[in-house]
């Protein structure tokens, strides 16, 4: 059952009573909480006022008695009686401290008034009756910032949703869209019978299945002008010799996003669902976009296959709508993000043949490298290159001579992405630089090089070339490169303890002493670097744990997912910081959208004004889990 915050306060409440409830009414959970539930609240609750400067509790203090509820003011929480690393600074709408309170002992915390504050403080027995009795109260006790994350997620969603009125999201199960029965066959069936049958029921592909339906195969229009085109079939010959065999396929529980996914990475407008291994239903590009709203296959193969770079350029232009589109359906920031760089890297494909269909045929074999947010898969609207090339140097030539053909292929290349709107590297992180087109083994001495002498410069390229992954070509020589580079770092504990310091240079805004975190988000501070001084200490902070622990993905959400599975950050904190960063990544998307709506140059600088209290509140969650994650990372490699 849904309910709803009064929307007006009873006059039978005491003036003090009323202010508090009023206060409360801009954060969760309290919007969501029943009107019995908030009066039980204010009517146990006493208010109580501190100085700049006194102590709020602290472990002296004994068993914990009360849960306190920050109204006004910014309270500094610091894990020992002396200011060090173990600081953050609470707001309006923080509540403390949970845990000491559920296990019915002192605090281990020392919190101190920052600023004159005022606070409520609910006897725990009155808390404990709370959390029982109200389901929003217990939820956000139990879950806090994930159920922040959520909400924010719905006012994206109303924000993006402007004239568009799908019936259904992107995170829609399978299950919705399998109408009608598949149409079949089985492999003995004539290519004219399942012509036949593509006719009769007007559709674009009969799956091939046998007795129990377990799928064996699919027959589309694609295989009919293939097989027609190339003179392979007879009217009379078996279905079965000219199916494609073991189709892609999901289950009924996979969401659209997931089969939008599938279908663009592997080009194809048709993918089967099966429930334990029977076929219950085919589902074309056109049943989960019916109305083309969201055109995420199309767009991709035209991509794919745009025949000129003025083409492609214009076809990136939708991207941005593209993205509205997403977030109005739900989408998450990893998923839009994770999409916008499969566009990328479809840009890049396709620009790579083009170039390379009007270039020597004589050219050494090689293999494009992506590094930074897009060898992450996390790239936004703001984007410029990080690109290289390995490449295998054939008998009878040296490496200079291999550089000198590449070279000129590889500026093309650059140029070309830079004329799509991935604009070149102004720290020449390009495949153009003669310094990052190397032989596979060049790039393995320069990867050696990099960790065994951890110098400034040294330190910055391994945080731009160690998220990395292989693009296009063979990657013979990358697949070997990745867990060299594992066992090297692994070997190296003080190229390890310098990348950890190194990741601990950004200053969050809640560790500036001009910037403390409650103020910095209520006053005038002007703006936030979403890039500098939120997301980066998020990807440098995971990148050093997940090398130091053999993890070669490169996206920092799946370093962090296999961190937590590691048991190297426990499950909370994996979540955690899954969350707040997938926060920060939805701020960033939705800021660079804004400006390409009014035709601004996009940056990274979020204006506060713009923020409501909520966005500000989970701002603020965002950037103590930021700093959490430093904390580990110091804790770690005892900096």
Same mark, same amino acid.
């Given at each position: 059952?849904?309910?709803h915050a009064p929307d007006s306060i009873p006059s039978s409440l005491s003036e003090e009573q009323q202010f508090i409830i009023q206060a409360l009414r801009p954060h969760a959970p309290f919007n969501q909480m029943q009107l019995p539930h908030l009066h039980y609240l204010v009517a146990h609750c006493t208010q109580h006022y501190f100085t700049p400067g006194s102590i709020v509790l602290s472990p002296k203090m004994g068993q914990v008695q009360h849960w306190f509820l920050l109204i006004e003011g910014t309270i500094c929480a610091q894990r020992s009686a002396t200011p060090d690393d173990q600081t953050f600074y609470l707001g309006s709408g923080d509540s403390f401290p949970l845990v000491a309170l559920q296990e019915e002992r002192a605090t281990r915390t020392h919190y101190i008034a920052q600023s004159a504050c005022t606070c409520v403080l609910l006897?725990?027995?009155?808390?404990?009756? &709370?959390?029982?009795? $109200?389901?929003?109260?217990?939820l956000f006790m139990r879950e806090g910032s994930a159920v922040l994350l959520d909400k924010l997620r719905k006012q994206a969603r109303l924000y993006?949703?402007? !004239?568009?009125?799908p019936d259904t999201s992107l995170n829609t199960p399978l299950a919705h869209f399998v109408q009608r029965s598949p149409i079949t066959c089985t492999t003995e069936q004539s290519l004219a019978d399942v012509v036949g049958?593509?006719?009769?029921?007007n559709v674009s592909s009969v799956a091939i299945t046998n007795a129990a339906q377990h799928l064996l195969g699919i027959f589309t229009l694609r295989d009919l002008r293939r097989v027609f085109s190339q003179n392979l079939a007879e009217r009379d010959q078996p279905i079965g010799q000219l199916m494609t065999l073991?189709?892609?396929h999901l289950s009924p529980r996979h969401t659209a996003y997931d089969a939008a996914m599938l279908m663009i990475q592997h080009n194809i407008g048709h993918l089967c669902v099966c429930n334990n291994q029977r076929l219950v239903g085919v589902l074309s590009e056109r049943d989960l976009f019916d109305l083309q709203r969201i055109n995420l296959v199309?767009? $991709?193969?035209? &991509?794919r296959h745009a025949e000129n770079l003025q083409d492609l350029r214009q076809l990136r232009q939708r991207i941005p709508r593209l993205v509205q589109a997403m977030l109005a359906n739900e989408a998450s920031a990893p998923q839009v993000t994770h999409l916008i760089t499969q566009l990328n890297d479809h840009s890049t494909l396709r620009i790579i043949k083009l170039i390379l269909a009007d270039s020597p045929s004589t050219l050494p074999p090689f293999c494009w490298l992506s590094f930074g947010s897009e060898g992450r898969h996390e790239q936004t609207l703001l984007t410029d290159q990080d690109n290289g090339l390995m490449f295998y140097t054939p008998e009878g030539m040296t490496e200079d001579a291999c550089r000198e053909l590449l070279l000129p292929v590889a500026r093309r290349i650059n140029e070309a992405l830079d004329s799509c709107g991935l604009t070149l590297c102004t720290g020449n992180i390009m495949a153009s630089n003669p310094e990052l087109c190397l032989s596979a083994e060049e790039w393995l001495h320069k990867f050696r090089h990099i960790i065994l002498q951890p110098d400034p410069e040294h330190l910055l390229q391994g945080s731009i070339f160690f998220d990395l992954r292989a693009l296009w070509g063979d990657q013979t020589g990358f697949?070997?490169?990745?867990? !060299?580079?594992?066992?090297l770092i692994a070997d190296s504990p003080q190229f390890q303890r310098m990348m950890a310091s190194n990741a601990l240079r950004y200053r969050l805004p809640l560790q500036s002493p001009l910037q403390r975190l409650g103020s910095f988000l209520q006053t005038h501070e002007p703006s936030v670097d979403l890039k500098a001084g939120a997301l980066s200490p998020f990807v440098d902070s995971v990148r050093i744990f997940a090398l130091s622990n053999g993890i070669s993905e490169a996206s920092t959400l799946e370093r962090l997912h296999q961190l937590g599975e590691h048991g190297i950050f426990t499950t909370d904190d994996a979540n955690a910081f899954h969350d707040a960063y997938s926060y920060l990544q939805l701020l960033r998307l939705q800021l660079h959208l804004r400006q390409t709506q009014q035709n601004q140059p996009l940056n990274n600088q979020l204006p506060t004004a713009e923020l409501n209290p909520l966005e500000r509140r989970m701002l603020r969650e965002s950037l103590r889990q930021a700093k959490h994650l430093q904390d580990l990372l110091r804790h770690r490699y005892q900096l």
């Open positions: 059952m849904h309910h006897p725990r027995d009155a808390f404990n009756h &709370l959390l029982q009795q $109200s389901e929003p109260f217990r993006h949703w402007q !004239e568009q009125h049958l593509m006719h009769e029921h073991d189709p892609y199309q767009l $991709s193969r035209a &991509l697949d070997a490169l990745l867990p !060299e580079l594992l066992a």
